[in-house]
C-alpha cells in the first residue's frame, strides 16, 4: 500500500475522532462562535488515548484500542442524542465555517505530508531517541511502557509518553509500520495544532479569514533573523535556517516553522495544540455567565472537569507546560470573580476556591498513575546571572511585541480609565505620562542586571491599569492576559532558570528558554494577532499614526515571511534522497547500511515482546543504538547521555555502558555470560559498527553458547539457546 494512501487512512481515522468528540465539545463550549469545533479533532485523539492508557494498566494491545473506541463512540452517541436538536440547528447555521474548518485542516494535513515526505529519514537530531520511546510505547504489554534504552525488569520509561501513545493508536489500528507512522503522526501534529490555532483565534475575532491569517502569522511566519542574517551578510548566500533557533547563546529558541522543517516528533511539538485548547478552555470561562456563590450547576462542573483534563494530560505530554497552564487557569478564574464585582455582587474566595479546586484535582488525580513511576530530574528553580538582551529579544518576537505594544497603546488613547489615576493629565498619553514611564525604565535599569528586564516591567506597570479595567470586553481582557502572561515569563526567564541534568555553567538556561520561550510565543503570538486586529476595527486617529503602524505591520510581516520562503528550499536542498515516508527508507538506499536494514527487518518480523537485544553503544547523536531505534526492543544502554538527562545522572548508567564493551570484548565466555544473565538478553546484533570497534576473536565468542539465528553478509543475529 503506498504511504500516502495510508496517511489518508490516518486523516479519515482523525475525522472519525472528531465526529465522536464533537457532541462533547458542542456541550462544553456553548459560549464560543464556532462552539469549539475546530478543536474536535485534537480532543478525540486525546481521549481515545487517555482511555486507552487507563486500560492499559490491565493490557495494552488493538483489543484495548477498540474498547476504548466503542467507549468514546458510546459518549459521543449519549451527547448527540441529548442535544440532537442543537446540534442539528448549529450545522444548518454553520454549514460554512464546518466546511472551511475541514478543508483548512486537510491542507495542512496534505502540505505537512507532502514537506516531510521530502525528508522522511529518521537519523538526526533527537529522531533516533524519538523513535525509539514511540516505537517502545507501541511495543508495551502494558503501561507505563519499558524504557527501549536501559533494559531491566522494572525499569520503565522515565519520560513525558502521552503525546507518543496518542500517535501509536491509528499505527497500531491500521497495522502502519512505525517509521511510516513517526512522519505521519509529524504531520498530523502539525495539521492539528494549526486547527487549535485557527479555531483560537477565530472565537477571538469572530472573523475566518482573520483566523487563517492569524494562524499564518504565528503557525508558519518565522522569527526576524532571517531578515537581520540578509543585512548581515549583503544578501542570501550566507543564510543559515537552523542559526535562527539559537539567537541567544548557548540556549535554543525554537518556534512552529523551525519545529516542522527539523520534523522532530518532540513533547514540546506534540503539546502545542492542547496548550493551545486549554488556552480556549480559559476563552470559554470567562465568558460564561457569572456563577452566583454555592450555585455549581452540573454543566460548569462538567466543563471544569474537561479543562483540568486537558490541562493535566499537558504534565504526561510535556511536564514543562503544565505549570504555566495552571498559572493560566488561576489568572482567568481569579479575573472573572474579581470582574463579577462591577453588577455589585461582592468579592468572594468561596466560588473561586471551589472553581480551582475542581480544576486542580482533575488535572492531577486522574495522572497519578503516571508520576507515581516518573522520577522528576530536575533540581529546582535558582538564580540566573545569564541575560537576553533586547536586540535578541526583538529578533526572536519583533513582530509579535509591536503589534502587542501599539494593542496597549491603542487601548490606552481609546479608554477612560486615565481619569481614576492622579499621576496622568486627562488627555490619554500625555508628556508627563511618557516622562514618568521614563524615569520609571532609568530607576529599574540601574536597579536591573537586565534592560530587557527593566522594558518588561515597564511594560508590565503599564498594563496594568488597562488589563484591570471592568468595561473591558471578554475577548479584548483575554488577550491582555495572555500579554501578561507571556511578559511575565520572559520577566522570569531573566531572573531564574530550571536547574536539571542539562544545566552547565556556559547554558544553564538553555532548558529554561527553550521550553518557556515556546509559551511566550504562543502567548505573544495570539495576544498579537488579537491586539493587529482591535486595531484594525479602532482605527487610529491620526493619518502619520494609521500609516506608520500599517506600515510597520506589512514590512515585519515581510521579514517574518523570509524565514518559511527562505528556509524551506534551503532545507530541501540539503536531501538527495528519493520523496518517501518510510523513515528507514536511507538504511535501504545506502549499500553500506543496506544489510543492518535486512538484519532490523528480521528482529521486526520475528521477535516479539520485549526481549533484549545487546547492541553497541556509543556516543550521542550517532549511528549507535540504532537497533533498539528502529525495532523499539530494549537493549542495555542506549544513548547514555540522554538517559542520564532523563534520569538525573544514576551512577548505574556509566556501568551499563562499561559493561556493554565489556560484553562485546572480552574473551571470557563466563564472564560474558554472566553479563548476559545480568541483564537478561536474549540476542546479540552484530553489524557495521560492532565489527568496526571489536575483534573478530571477541565476537566470535558468542557462537560458543547462542545459535545464529540470521546472518547476511554484514549482519550477525544470535539468540541465547535455551537452557536445561
Not at 494577532?529 to 493619518?543: I, S
Request: hydrophobic fraction near 50%.
Amino acid at each position: 500500500m503506498s504511504h500516502f494512501l495510508t496517511a489518508g487512512y490516518w486523516w479519515l481515522f482523525i475525522c472519525l475522532l472528531g465526529v465522536l468528540a464533537w457532541p462533547l465539545i458542542f456541550l462544553l463550549f456553548g459560549n464560543l462562535p464556532d462552539r469549539g469545533y475546530a478543536w474536535s479533532k485534537p480532543v478525540g485523539l486525546l481521549f481515545l488515548g487517555l482511555i486507552v492508557w487507563l486500560l492499559g494498566f490491565f493490557r495494552f494491545s488493538s483489543i484495548m484500542v477498540w474498547l476504548a473506541l466503542m467507549v468514546l463512540a458510546g459518549s459521543a452517541l449519549w451527547a448527540g442524542l441529548a442535544q440532537r436538536q442543537a446540534l442539528w440547528a448549529y450545522i444548518k447555521d454553520q454549514w460554512r465555517q464546518i466546511l472551511v474548518t475541514e478543508f483548512f485542516g486537510l491542507l495542512l494535513f496534505i502540505g505537512a505530508i507532502w514537506l516531510r515526505s521530502h525528508y522522511a529519514s529518521i537519523h538526526d537530531g533527537e529522531k533516533f531517541m524519538e523513535m525509539a520511546f514511540y516505537n517502545a510505547i507501541s511495543r508495551s504489554a502494558s503501561f507505563p511502557p519499558y524504557d527501549p534504552w536501559m533494559s531491566g525488569k522494572g525499569i520503565v520509561l522515565n519520560y513525558y509518553y502521552l503525546g507518543y501513545l496518542c500517535l501509536t493508536l491509528p499505527a497500531k489500528l491500521l497495522g502502519t509500520a512505525m517509521a511510516v507512522a513517526f512522519n505521519i503522526s509529524s504531520a498530523l501534529v502539525f495539521a492539528l495544532t494549526g486547527l487549535a490555532g485557527f479555531g483560537l483565534i477565530y472565537n477571538l475575532t469572530r472573523n475566518r479569514v482573520m483566523g487563517m491569517i492569524g494562524w499564518a502569522v504565528i503557525f508558519l511566519f518565522g522569527n526576524l533573523d532571517a531578515a537581520h542574517q540578509i543585512i548581515l551578510h549583503h544578501g542570501l548566500d550566507k543564510f543559515d535556517w537552523f542559526a535562527s533557533s539559537r539567537i541567544i547563546k548557548n540556549t535554543i529558541n525554537e518556534f512552529p516553522m523551525f519545529s516542522l522543517l527539523v520534523g522532530d516528533l518532540h513533547p514540546h511539538v506534540m503539546a502545542v495544540p492542547y496548550f493551545l485548547i486549554q488556552i480556549g478552555c480559559a476563552l470559554e470561562y470567562l465568558k460564561q455567565g457569572i456563577r452566583q456563590e454555592g450555585s455549581l450547576k452540573l454543566p460548569e462542573a462538567f466543563f471544569l472537569v474537561f479543562w483540568g483534563l486537558v490541562i493535566g494530560s499537558l504534565g504526561m505530554i510535556n511536564t514543562w507546560d503544565l505549570p504555566t497552564a495552571m498559572l493560566l487557569s488561576c489568572l482567568i478564574v481569579f479575573l472573572k470573580a474579581y470582574f463579577a464585582t462591577r453588577n455589585g455582587q461582592k468579592f468572594s474566595w468561596r466560588p473561586l476556591i471551589q472553581t480551582m479546586t475542581l480544576i486542580s484535582g482533575f488535572a492531577i488525580i486522574p495522572y497519578l498513575p503516571f508520576y507515581l513511576n516518573f522520577h522528576n530530574p530536575t533540581k529546582g528553580l535558582e538564580i540566573t546571572f545569564q541575560n537576553t538582551t533586547i536586540s535578541e529579544f526583538l529578533r526572536i518576537f519583533g513582530m509579535y511585541l509591536f503589534l502587542a505594544l501599539g494593542f496597549t497603546l491603542a487601548i490606552w488613547r481609546s479608554g477612560t480609565w486615565q481619569t481614576h489615576t492622579p499621576v496622568f493629565s486627562k488627555h490619554p498619553v500625555s508628556s508627563r505620562m511618557l516622562l514618568f514611564y521614563g524615569l520609571v525604565f532609568v530607576v529599574l535599569a540601574g536597579c536591573c542586571k537586565s534592560l530587557l528586564a527593566a522594558f518588561l516591567l515597564v511594560w508590565l506597570f503599564f498594563l496594568l491599569p488597562v488589563w484591570l479595567k471592568r468595561e473591558t470586553e471578554p475577548e479584548t481582557l483575554f488577550a491582555l492576559s495572555m500579554l501578561f502572561l507571556a511578559l511575565l515569563l520572559s520577566l522570569g526567564c531573566e531572573f531564574f532558570y530550571i536547574c536539571d541534568s542539562n544545566t552547565m555553567s556556559l547554558s544553564e538556561r538553555r532548558n529554561t528558554i527553550f521550553k518557556f520561550y515556546n509559551q511566550v510565543w504562543s502567548f505573544l503570538g495570539m495576544a498579537g494577532v488579537y491586539g493587529g486586529y482591535w486595531v484594525f476595527q479602532h482605527p487610529l486617529r491620526g493619518k502619520l499614526q494609521r500609516l506608520v503602524f500599517y506600515g510597520a505591520v506589512v514590512l515585519l510581516a515581510i521579514a517574518c515571511l523570509l524565514y518559511p520562503v527562505m528556509a524551506i528550499p534551503a532545507k530541501l536542498t540539503q536531501i538527495k534522497e528519493p520523496a518517501t515516508l518510510d523513515g528507514m527508507a536511507f538504511l535501504r538506499e545506502n549499500p553500506e547500511t543496506l544489510r543492518e536494514w535486512e538484519g532490523i527487518n528480521w528482529l521486526l518480523e520475528n521477535v516479539h515482546g520485549n526481549l533484549v537485544v545487546l547492541e553497541a553503544t556509543g556516543y550521542e547523536y550517532t549511528f549507535s543504538a540504532r537497533v533498539s531505534v528502529f525495532t523499539g526492543l530494549p537493549t542495555v544502554m542506549g544513548w547514555s547521555g540522554h538517559e542520564a538527562f532523563l534520569r538525573g545522572n544514576p551512577p548505574d548508567i556509566t556501568q551499563r555502558a562499561k559493561d556493554v564493551i565489556q560484553l562485546y570484548s572480552t574473551l571470557d565466555i563466563r564472564q560474558a555470560q554472566a553479563l548476559m544473565d545480568k541483564y537478561q538478553i536474549e540476542y546479540v546484533f552484530i553489524g557495521v559498527l560492532e565489527k568496526a570497534w571489536y575483534s573478530k576473536g571477541a565476537l566470535k565468542k558468542f557462537e560458543q553458547f547462542m545459535d545464529v539465528v540470521y546472518r547476511n553478509s554484514g549482519v550477525d543475529i544470535l539468540r541465547r539457546r535455551p537452557q536445561h
